[in-house]
């Protein structure tokens, strides 16, 4: 039996060495080279977005993916980090910093209650902070209308629109970050 | 020693048993090769919690060979694969022999194969092919069995050995786990 398996691992043994003696391998250098290189690319994508961010007053929470230490919702030190769906993905805030959306910003809507829903619904017609505000004194088209009447925005969110006068592109932007309940929550 | 020395000198000790090791679980060299670099760049990555680890080479042999189950990765790694291939000097034929066992080892289910790998060629203890698996002792004995059942016409005096306790191949310290 013994003999057996010495088969299978001599023969296994042969096959290894055939891969070992005909691996084309780079050097050291080049490994270490390209996670270098690798790591300064993440870096840089990293303070790329850290340009952008403009810390909220307050709330103390950064684009970025960056926790959220000002939130009430921050665990003691000790404790376990907050879960990963109230910090910001790369590709969220990348989104966000592209249209000049600051973490001030959505944390102002998130605080007067917006979802992402109306923001969702807001993006999809077009409408500005300013006409969801003010839809009396906009103008309004037929799809704007329906667009504002199926968001349906209290005072408090209304307010928060007007104060922080959001541009269509700001908004598709917030859309396509798709903040979830608990990002929005963390960030009120 | 310096981190970088140090991390070269692992490399330059490590790296082709790897990825000897890893072509007896994939059956493709440049696949193998491909797995290996990429875990050998994560590992610099994460050196100083790395090099702390008993058997760092346990670590990169797991991370090499999830690479290469990586379905996306393996699409990737392919068309590098063939491009490094281009390249490179072809690699002397396979016998008849190894070959033989190269398919066979394809035929049998990735788990049971590489099982076979850790206890046959790496040397590893059913106990520590467990650990380094994550599956129970039991699952590794029967992937061994099996494996081994699947392989015997292919290799030469392979008859269905009870599954052993103790390995046949090379000894080695057993790894501790990343």
Partial sequence: ?188 | MPKADEFDHFYAMTSRRLVGQLFAMTGDLAEAEDAVQEAYIRAWQRWPRIRTYDDREAWIRTVAYRLTINSWRNARNRLAAHLRASRRTEPPELSATLLTLVSGLRKIPEAQRRAIVLHHLVGLSVEQVAAETGAPAGTVKARLARGRKALAPLVADLDEPSTREHPVGPSREAPAHA
């Fill in chain 1, 1 to 188: 039996m013994h003999d057996s398996l010495s088969g299978l691992s001599g023969q296994l043994s042969e096959l290894a060495g055939y891969g070992s003696g005909n691996a084309d391998l780079d050097t050291p250098a080049a490994i270490r080279q390209r996670g270098r290189w690798r790591a300064r690319r993440r870096r840089g994508g990293a303070a790329l977005l850290s340009a952008g961010v403009i810390a909220a007053a307050g709330t103390g929470l950064t684009l970025g993916g960056a926790t959220i230490p000002g939130s009430t919702r921050t665990p003691a030190s000790g404790q376990s980090a907050p879960a990963a769906s109230v910090r910001l993905t790369a590709y969220q805030a990348h989104v966000l910093e592209q249209t000049h959306v600051t973490a001030a910003q959505v944390a102002a809507l998130a605080k007067s209650g917006l979802t992402a829903a109306q923001i969702k619904e807001m993006a999809a017609s077009h409408l500005t902070a300013a006409q969801l505000a003010n839809p009396g004194k906009e103008h309004l088209s037929a799809a704007q209308i329906v667009a504002a009447y199926t968001a349906h925005l209290t005072a408090a969110e209304r307010a928060a629109l007007a104060r922080e006068n959001l541009s269509v592109p700001q908004i598709i932007a917030l859309a396509k970050a798709n903040l979830t309940a608990a990002q929005l929550a963390a960030l009120a």
